[in-house]
């Protein structure tokens, strides 16, 4: 089993930056692909980010490239995703998610998942 406790949201204004992080333990793995998945009120649950275990590569949905970047720190076990400007839309609950397989969209086929944290841009 692997868990994860992401932490860092808050409410920020438009325009401006948050860092999010996600701490794993358990049967962790450096190998294990990891994901940024968020969730609007009333909306389904997306893609945002995700990072490769094995290269590192990285992928964003179109809404959010430019504006965030994905990254890991495999000694402390750790997953970043750092949002710059930051717009109203991006408000959303976000969830960390890892996976044994490789780089992929779909939440559905994410193994394990964080409890959330709430992202909240004003205008």
């Known amino acids: 089993q692997v868990q994860l406790v992401e932490s860092g949201g808050g409410l920020v204004q438009a325009g401006g930056s948050l860092r999010l992080s996600c701490a794993a333990s358990?049967?962790?793995?450096?190998?294990?692909?990891m994901g940024w998945f968020r969730q609007p009120p009333g909306k389904e649950r997306g893609f945002v980010a995700g990072?490769?275990?094995?290269?590192?590569?990285?992928f964003y949905a179109d809404s959010v490239k430019g504006r965030f970047t994905i990254s890991r720190d495999n000694a402390k076990n750790t997953v970043y995703l750092q949002m710059n400007s930051l717009k109203p839309e991006d408000t959303a609950v976000y969830y960390c998610?890892?996976?044994?397989?490789?780089?992929?969209?779909?939440?559905?086929?994410?193994?394990?998942w964080g409890q959330g944290t709430q992202v909240t841009v004003s205008s």
């Open positions: 358990g049967r962790t793995s450096s190998s294990y692909t």
């Open positions: 990072i490769s275990g094995s290269s590192g590569t990285t």
């Open positions: 998610a890892a996976r044994s397989g490789g780089l992929i969209t779909p939440y559905i086929l994410y193994d394990y």
